[in-house]
Structures are given as structure tokens and as C-alpha cells.
């Protein structure tokens, strides 16, 4: 059974920076498409990047392109979303999800704030 875990959220001010991490274990992970989503109170879960199987494309929302960088590291089975220039709306729950076919495992998450 896939298991994901986020870790690295937390408070920061408006122009700091986080990296988030998402451990996994029990998938495929080197042909796995990562996903790091977002859900912010009240709103709906949006996708904000994602990375294909051995970092070949990535992809980011509009809100955070030049802002955020997603990686990953198959030999540690990990895919990390380093956030930079963080603003106040960037506060939300944020998820990491993996997708292989019809597989797909979510995280928990992890609570980012951006306030002063």
C-alpha cells in the first residue's frame, strides 16, 4: 500500500521561502507522475505543479510559475516543491499526490501560513 508523507510546512512572512518534501513508500515511484496540490479554507483543491516519471516535464498553475520549483529524487523517492516569494493567498493545506494508470495516493498534508 502506496504511503505519502509531507513535511516542511509552517508560518512564514510574506516574501519568505518553504520547501515542502513528500517521502513516499510502497509505489513506483520512478514512473509515478508527483503532484503537489493545494486547499485553501473555503476553496477548492487545485493542482499547483507536477512532475512526470524521472523529471522529464514539469508543469505549474499560473499563480505560482516563477515563484515555485518542483523536483525530485528517485533515488530517495522523494519530490520536493521549493516556494519562494510566498504570498499571504499562498496559505493553504498543501498535498502530494502521486498517479501511475489508474493508482493514485494522496498525502495528508502539510499547513503552509503566509502572514506577518
Known amino acids: 500500500q502506496g504511503q505519502l508523507v509531507e513535511s516542511g510546512g509552517g508560518l512564514v512572512q510574506p516574501g519568505g521561502s518553504l520547501t515542502l518534501s513528500c517521502t513516499t513508500s510502497g509505489i513506483a515511484f520512478r514512473i509515478s507522475t508527483m503532484n503537489w496540490f493545494r486547499q485553501a479554507p473555503g476553496k477548492e483543491r487545485e493542482l499547483v505543479a507536477s512532475i512526470t516519471g524521472f523529471g522529464r516535464n514539469s508543469n505549474y498553475a499560473d499563480s505560482v510559475k516563477g515563484r515555485f520549483t518542483i523536483s525530485r529524487d528517485n533515488a530517495q523517492n522523494t519530490v520536493y516543491l521549493q516556494m519562494n516569494g510566498l504570498k499571504p493567498e499562498d496559505t493553504a493545506v498543501y498535498f502530494c499526490?502521486?498517479?501511475?494508470?489508474?493508482?493514485?495516493?494522496w498525502g495528508r498534508g502539510t499547513q503552509v501560513t503566509v502572514s506577518s
Open positions: 499526490n502521486a498517479r501511475l494508470y489508474s493508482q493514485d495516493y
